[in-house]
């Protein structure tokens, strides 16, 4: 008997999580990304001999099954717990960057990258490079916009309280900048949440442990990432540098990338983990169900694996 052939949309945490699952049930699967790596906002940039990481900051961890996750990579030292003493959630980042766990999630996974799916009809999955994959289920974990527009350009019909749910999730946006420093004079520990400015986050990625050079990431505020989504990156990078000048001496910064996260929080998200179709084998899941956040998104791919299950 041939093994259920199971195609998974996007190498983020629900994805990796639910293939992770499937594939130790005896579950052919596929896992298909478009971007150049794995783990969608759990992204780390690499440049001038740093790096940073420029999406999800860090995680907590509350339910079991994810703790339990977690102490088996800490323990294979892939993750690892960032105490701030005024907070009282423990915090756990990656040494390597946020993007070692997905890549230590993917491993031993069937994951094509540059691979971006645009068409699905009658149980196979047409992507923009002309190969197509075939399935028995399919789970989709990306941004719900991305989802809907591919629905809409596969004909796919969704049931009424289906379309409800689905247009009922919001997402925010924000501009990241990433600047390394020619040396380290800031004041910046554990990380700073601010309010009423461009910017809501500042923090030094070497005190989280990624590199030797100071190098900071800023996120830009949900009211200035919305007003400015489609201005020019170098005007944001400038206006949001010189938004933290009281914290950082502008002058010694050395480089500096921009990254702009259209789809970088769900704001408003689905109360269930993940929504199956009535009408069709398809699934969908990710930090846009449930609690949201990393241990959402690990959650959402945990359930809708058991689902299938």
């Known amino acids: 008997m041939s093994k259920q052939k199971i195609l998974i949309i996007g190498a983020g945490i629900a994805g990796l999580r639910a293939g992770q699952v499937l594939a130790q049930d005896s579950f052919a699967v596929t896992i298909v990304d478009k971007g150049r790596g794995v783990g ?3 992204a780390t ?35 690892k717990s960032w105490k701030v003493t005024d907070r009282t959630h423990l915090r756990y980042v990656c040494p390597d960057g946020m993007n070692a766990l997905p890549k230590f999630m993917a ?19 047409f992507a ?22 591919l629905f809409e350009d596969s004909d796919i019909l969704l049931e009424e309280e289906e379309k409800n749910i689905l247009n009922s999730i919001q997402y ?16 910046i520990t554990g990380g700073r949440i601010l309010e009423n400015s461009p910017v809501s986050w500042i923090v030094d990625n070497a005190e989280k442990g990624l590199t030797e050079h100071p190098t900071l990431t800023i996120h830009a505020s949900v009211d200035y990432s ?40 769900a704001s408003k998200r689905a109360s269930g983990t993940f929504l199956q179709l009535k009408n069709y084998p ?3 899941g990710g930090d846009a169900f449930g609690i949201g ?9 945990q359930a809708i694996a058991q689902a299938i299950c």
């Not at 999406?55 to 990579?73: H, L, T, W």
């Not at 075939?134 to 941004?143: C, R, V, W, Y």
């Not at 990156?233 to 480089?255: G, P």
């Open 128 to 149: 923009e490079s002309g190969e197509q994959y075939d399935f028995d289920q399919l789970i989709i974990s990306a941004p719900i916009p991305q989802v809907l527009q």
């Open 282 to 284: 398809i699934y969908i």
């Open 107 to 125: 491993q031993g996974l069937d994951v094509k990258l540059t691979e971006k799916i645009v068409r699905i009809a009658h149980g196979i999955a």
């Open 40 to 42: 969608g906002r759990m």
């Open 172 to 187: 925010d946006p924000c501009w990241a900048v990433m600047a390394k420093l020619k040396y380290s004079d800031s004041t």
């Open 45 to 79: 940039r690499r440049f001038a001999d740093t790096k940073a990481d420029h999406g999800a900051q860090y995680f907590s961890v509350k339910s079991a099954i994810f703790q339990e996750f977690i102490d088996d990579a800490v323990q294979k030292q892939v993750v």
């Open 226 to 265: 919305q007003s400015h989504l489609e201005e020019n990156a170098e005007k944001v990078a400038s206006e949001l540098i010189a938004s933290v000048s009281d914290m950082v001496n502008v002058e010694q910064i050395d480089t500096y990338q921009i990254h702009r996260w259209r789809y970088a929080l």
């Open 293 to 301: 956040n990393v241990e959402g998104a690990f959650l959402s791919g």
